[in-house]
Every structure is written in C-alpha cells, then in structure tokens.
C-alpha cells in the first residue's frame, strides 16, 4: 500500500529517470528523456560512472547521484554493506526528489534505481519500472512491489512480475532507427562487440574464427569493441588486420558499415540489432548476472531464426560455415536479415513515453 505523504506541488511536473551505470540502463533512459515534452524538465538519478556521465553529458541532460552499492554476487559482508548504503542512498533521493519538485519516477534498472524507487514509494510519488531483459534484474525484482506499472521490452520478462506489465519493446535511439543494413560487401565487413564493457571471451575466441574464414579465400575487414589490449595481440597472433576500440558512442555508424556482427546478448544490442537488420551471431556473457544474457540470445533466436552459442558451446567449424554462407549467398543474407527485422519495434520509444504520461496524468 502507497504512503500517503505526497510532495509540495511545484509548476513544473519533473520526470526523474533512475538507471544504473551500463550503457544497457542508460542509453534507454536517455532515449526516454529525449522524446519527453521539454515541459517536464527529465533528470537522470542513479549511478555516475564515467560512462554514464560521458552519455548523459553528450545527450545534454543532468545526471544526478545518489549513494548506491551492488547486492547481486557479493560476499555476505559486501551485501550487509549494500543494504545500509540503499538505506541512506534513499534517504538522499528522497531529499533530491523533494528538491526538484519530481512527479514520476521511472526505473531502468541497475541497482543505482533501487534507493530511488523505494524513495518515490515513500514520497508517494508514482514509480514505473522498465525492464529491457528476458529475465528480470536484482533491482527491478526488488521493486516490483513498490510499482505502479512495469514496461518489458521482451514478452519473455513479463510473467515475473506481479505488477501489471505492458509490452512496450526496448527505446533506441533515433539515429540507429534511420540505419538499414545492406549487404553482403565484399570483403565482408563484421562488426564484433561485447557491449558497453566488453566480452573478454569474444576478444580471445573470435579472430580465430574469423581466421577461418579468410582461410576459406573470403576477405574481410573487421570493426572491433572490446578490451583493446587482448583482442590486438588475438588478431595479430591469427594475421589479420583489425579495428579495436573499447567503446564507441555512434553505434548507428558501426551499424551502417557492418554486413555481419558476432555480438554480446545485452538486450539493447539486439534491440539495435532487430531495427537495422543486421545478421548477427550470438554469444551471451557467461558473467552476465542470472545468466540473463543466456535468456535474451535464446528468445532472440527463438523469434529471429540467428544462430546463438553459449561460451562454453563455442563452435568454430560451424560458425564459420555461417559467417562464409553470409559473405557468399547474397540471399542467405537477405533472407537472415528478414529474419532479424521480425523482431524490430521501432516505436518502442513512443510507448515508452505514452506509458509514463499516462502514468503522470492518472496521479493528478
């Protein structure tokens, strides 16, 4: 049951949007802030690390900290110690929910939002929780009792909850909904990315498999994300030339080059993946908290018809023979990025939103 402390009215109706420190939790919440009526003034409250103050500052919208610590894989000492650092991590949000007059919160995950969730339960101000993963995180489980409502990005995610869901899809950004894969090229471009921190084992396993292919007499040229360092020393021990970098802002520009990606299962990343209609190999994280990465590649491929393997399922052979059919069958493309392009929701975004205001218009 809602506390029925509410706020002092103010004349502006603030949106607060609680995300934690992954691109995963912030790029969505951006998007989200993006497509609000500038009269309500979106804040961002969570986790400020350097890659959310990086993304926050480019997006030009406020990022505002508050004291939070991980509970999810911890020692027992680590989760005593997050829960009296949730404890005051609230009692800052609810003064910083006070102070900028805030009429909705909205969670994006990432256990930065849990202290903000349970301060807007306390204030009496409406919470709206978004979940973009097939399988719910820590912080959204835990404030599922506290919601008003729960937006999935997947149909997978929304039995476990007991707060009424509505399928929204995942919000992306404007620029990546303007790109349209078109390929093969040759030589075949491949985009390999584990996300906003990285794969380490996509940095070590997959040149040799791409060696492979160049072996089978197919160029390529390949655009690298992950940890720079690993995956230089892999490619150069297989001869082939790569682009590396840890991490890029413009994804739609890597998108729009590439004819094939090997990817991490972040939600987002398939999302993106999905709206561009780009063939994609999938290998979910094996650190990836409740194996939910696992979760997200197999719906994915359930719904898509693309090839995905678990870490330790890893396949050169066949994999390869999947990369070599793209590069060589211009309608096996065409035909895995129809396949692809059934899972896109392109106005996910605008459901988003539509699901916030009607939330903000019901509190009166």
Same mark, same amino acid.
């Given at each position: ?22 691109? =995963?939790? $912030? ?6 802030? *993006? ?24 997006? =030009? ?13 911890? &020692? ?9 650092? &949730? ?23 990432? #256990? ?8 807007? @339960? ?14 719910? =995180? %820590? ?8 919601? *008003?409502? $729960? ?7 929304? +039995?476990?909850?007991? &707060? ?14 303007? $790109? ?11 985009? !390999?990315?584990? =996300? ?50 840890? #991490? ?10 590439? *004819?094939? /990606?090997? $990817? ?17 190999? !999938? ?5 990836? /908290? ?13 719904? %898509?018809?693309?090839? @995905?393997?678990?870490?330790?399922? @890893? ?17 096996? @493309? ?14 996910? +975004? ?15």
């Amino acid at each position: 049951m809602r506390p029925a402390t509410r706020p002092a009215s103010t004349t502006r109706a603030r949106i607060a949007l609680a995300c934690g420190g992954t691109a =995963g939790d $912030v790029l969505p919440a951006i998007t989200v802030a *993006d497509g609000l009526p500038a009269s309500l003034d979106p804040v961002l409250v969570g986790d400020a690390t350097d890659l959310a103050r990086r993304l926050a500052g480019e997006s =030009g919208h406020r990022l505002l900290a508050t004291p939070a610590a991980p509970f999810a894989r911890t &020692t027992w000492r680590g989760k005593a110690r997050s829960i009296g650092v &949730t404890v005051a991590g609230a009692i800052a949000a609810r003064r910083l929910l006070r102070r900028e007059g805030v009429r909705l919160v909205v969670g994006f995950g990432g #256990y930065a939002s849990v202290p903000v969730g349970m301060a807007a @339960w306390s204030l009496g101000i409406p919470l709206v929780l978004f979940e973009a993963n097939a399988v719910p =995180g %820590t912080a959204n489980r835990v404030l599922d009792r506290f919601a *008003d409502r $729960v937006l999935v990005g997947t149909e997978a995610a929304a +039995t476990a909850f007991r &707060t009424r869901t509505v399928l929204t899809g995942i919000p992306l950004r404007r620029d990546v909904l303007r $790109v349209a894969a078109r390929g093969p090229h040759a030589p075949l471009r491949v985009l !390999v990315s584990g =996300g906003s921190f990285g794969s380490p084992f996509l940095d070590v396993q997959v040149p040799a498999l791409l060696a492979r292919v160049v072996a089978a007499g197919h160029p390529i040229e390949v655009r690298h994300l992950g940890h720079s360092e690993p995956a230089r020393a892999a490619y150069a021990a297989v001869g082939i030339q790569a682009s590396v970098a840890p #991490y890029v802002s413009d994804m739609a520009a890597e998108y729009a080059r590439a *004819d094939v /990606a090997i $990817v991490a299962a972040g939600a987002t990343t398939l999302a993106e993946l999905a709206a561009v209609g780009l063939p994609a190999i !999938v290998v979910p994280l094996a650190a990836a /908290a409740r194996d939910h990465q696992t979760r997200n590649a197999h719906a994915f491929a359930a719904a %898509t018809g693309m090839p @995905w393997c678990r870490e330790g399922e @890893w396949d050169v052979d066949r994999l390869a023979a999947h990369v070599i059919t793209l590069a060589t069958s211009p309608s096996a @493309w065409e035909a895995a990025a129809a396949g692809i392009r059934r899972l896109a929701r392109p106005d996910a +975004t605008d459901a988003v939103i539509r699901a916030c205001l009607d939330a903000l218009e019901a509190a009166g």
